[in-house]
């Protein structure tokens, strides 16, 4: 009887290493480093908010305003907005001033800030009958009164910045009436006051300078 000859198996084969110079692990690196690449565009793409000044503390009318009164703030702004802010990429100007009060962690307006040479000014409201619509925070507007005997000669407040418009529902607005609060010369407000009183049956006329 013959014997079946057991069949020898076959030789073990070993999968080698690819070597750093195996084009394959060149091209694995290329596409993970353009993932990364790729990637962190997309995430900066997708962050649309500005860092922007806002103080750190309460400031008054007259307090000097310098990098250390200040804290970065990230912001999502509307496609309008973000001019009447300093964001921290702006030079600040020197020897810069509050005209008005700010509150604590409330960004900066540039509306609210001058020289030093303006701490003396003060913040008036304004019950204005006519305004242009564009008017807003950071406007420079004349202020003109008319009444029952005639129109002026002119602006009895001229080129005044516009520190703050309130919303139409804290006031005013039922009386077909707008608020103002402009930033005025102590001297200036004195007198404004003192020619309003004079006027008989008073409107307040404002016009845009810029």
């Given at each position: 009887m013959a014997t079946e000859q057991a069949s020898?198996?076959?030789?073990?084969?070993?999968?080698?290493?690819?070597?750093?110079?195996?084009?394959r692990l060149w091209i694995g690196v290329l596409v993970v480093a353009a993932s990364v690449v790729i990637g962190a565009r997309v995430v900066d793409g997708a962050?649309?908010?500005?860092?922007?000044w806002a103080v750190a503390s309460d400031l008054g009318a007259g307090d000097r305003v310098g990098e250390e009164d200040l804290v970065a703030r990230r912001v999502r702004f509307a496609d309008e907005g973000l001019d009447r802010y300093f964001t921290v990429d702006d030079a600040l100007p020197p020897d810069l001033a509050l005209v008005r009060g700010v509150g604590a962690d409330e960004l900066l307006p540039r509306a609210a800030?001058?020289?030093?040479?303006?701490?003396?000014?003060v913040s008036v409201p304004l019950?204005?009958?006519?305004?242009?619509?564009?008017?807003?925070?950071g406007s420079v507007v004349d202020v003109y009164l008319t009444g029952s005997a005639g129109t002026p000669d002119g602006p009895?407040?001229?080129?005044?910045?516009?520190?703050d418009v309130p919303a139409l529902d804290e006031g005013f607005g039922a009386s077909g009436?707008?608020?103002?609060?402009?930033?005025?010369?102590?001297?200036?407000?004195?007198?404004?006051?003192?020619?309003?009183?004079?006027?008989?049956?008073p409107v307040t006329t404002v016009t845009q300078v810029s």
């Open positions: 020898s198996p076959p030789p073990a084969t070993r999968t080698g290493t690819p070597g750093w110079r195996d084009p962050d649309d908010t500005v860092q922007v800030v001058g020289s030093a040479d303006d701490a003396g000014t019950a204005v009958d006519l305004v242009p619509p564009a008017v807003a925070e009895v407040l001229d080129d005044v910045v516009v520190v009436e707008r608020q103002l609060v402009v930033a005025v010369d102590e001297d200036d407000a004195e007198g404004f006051f003192a020619r309003l009183a004079r006027v008989e049956n």
